[in-house]
């Protein structure tokens, strides 16, 4: 996909600028971009500059992207001012970033929040597309940002029926060459999904370190002694902590659901350990051993990856049913892009797949409704 005008630097925006943000702004300045950006701390603003991560601070009526990198809580006002022209007066005081381009035309806009669903909902806008990158630090702010933090991280997206087609595929490429992997997920689906593998997990490694550092209180020895096996388990416990009161307010009950099944299934290990069943706990384990090994290879060859063209009706919501069935399969796409029809009221979306996962699309596709054609492998 091209720039507007051949032979200008794409232009982007980027709204709080601390780790996320400033990774963000690093990464595209890295690939040719002219990013432009501000926050609400006008020292952190400077302090991005003085890194790199922003050509120049304030707004850039020209940008074809904005990221919104502020807590949770504040997305949704952000968002919505910057698709109406203001930019979202609550990212700073003073003028905001025009919602309308130069040329004439809305930026797509996307945010980086750990929720979803409640945001989504909230800006509910076509050129809106909620979007949570699966990747962190344990540096603060943007001191700690670095341009290659997304390589071969997952990038989720949460398209809606009111999603407009070409702005996610905008999106998309943007995203995708960044070098992350692009999954998308309905708003709700990933709530419910990142609260038990990113949200749970982060407050039990936090819970976990809260007991050691008591027993340690005791024990001065304890946490000099812990082993590599504690050590990875808590790691995530050394994150910033200031995003996860906002994270657990818009997604309380994803994660009280979550937090129960986790509860339940301690209680069933307690049970096992306390009744000495050898057999349970080694059954335990090696499921978990098994499902852990199953965890998904990031890297993909373009020899493996094939074409599946798939016809669909041009309207709203066709492109979000393809590419959510996609990631509720976990299967990613690893190019996009929509044809659309001359004549009548059809477009085909062509999708680059892995080719050892193109029968499990296919069949999910026809299990919806679709007809998937034309394959071709892409070596």
């Known amino acids: 996909m091209t720039c507007p005008n051949e032979g200008e630097r794409r232009r982007a925006a980027v709204i709080g600028t601390g780790l996320i943000g400033g990774s963000i702004g690093l990464a595209l300045r890295a690939r040719g971009w002219h990013v432009t950006g501000r926050d609400l701390d006008p020292g952190r603003e400077r302090r991005a500059l003085e890194l790199g991560a922003l050509d120049v601070p304030g707004d850039d009526p020209g940008a074809e992207v904005v990221f919104v990198a502020t807590p949770v809580s504040a997305v949704a006002g952000v968002a919505r001012g910057v698709l109406a022209g203001d930019g979202g007066a609550g990212a700073r005081g003073g003028p905001g970033l025009p919602g309308r381009q130069a040329r004439g035309r809305l930026p797509v806009v996307t945010d980086v929040g750990g929720v979803k669903a409640p945001v989504v909902g909230a800006v509910d806008h076509p050129l809106f597309v909620g979007g949570h990158p ?28 009111r999603t407009d087609p070409a702005a996610f595929a905008r999106l998309r490429e943007v995203i995708s060459s960044l ?14 999904l990142v609260a038990l593998v990113s949200h749970v997990p982060h407050l039990t490694a936090a819970t976990l370190m809260r007991v050691a550092a008591a027993g340690a209180q005791e024990h001065a020895a304890l946490l000099r002694l812990a082993a590599g096996g504690f050590r990875d388990m808590t790691r995530i416990a050394a994150g910033h902590p200031g995003i996860w009161p906002d994270i657990c307010a818009e997604n309380r009950q994803a994660i009280v659901d979550a937090l129960d099944q986790l509860l339940e299934a301690l209680q069933g290990v307690r049970d096992m350990v306390e009744a000495g069943d050898r057999e349970g706990l080694l059954d335990l384990l090696e499921r978990a051993r098994g499902a852990r090994r199953s965890l998904p290879a990031r890297a993909v060859r373009a020899e493996d990856l094939v074409e599946l063209r798939v016809p669909v009706a041009d309207r709203p919501g066709a492109l979000a049913e393809v590419t959510t069935l996609a990631g509720r399969l976990g299967v990613n796409i690893a190019d996009l892009e929509i044809a659309h029809s001359a004549e009548g009221n059809r477009g085909v979306v062509i999708l680059v797949v892995e080719a050892e996962k193109v029968g499990l699309v296919r069949r999910a596709l026809v299990g919806a409704g679709l007809r998937p054609s034309s394959l071709r492998r892409l070596d």
């Open 134 to 161: 699966m990747a962190g630090s344990e540096q603060e702010g943007v001191e700690g940002a670095d341009a290659e933090l997304f390589e071969g991280a997952t990038w989720v997206l949460t398209p809606t029926a």
């Open 179 to 192: 070098g992350a992997d692009v999954i998308a997920i309905p708003p709700a689906g990933h709530d419910r």
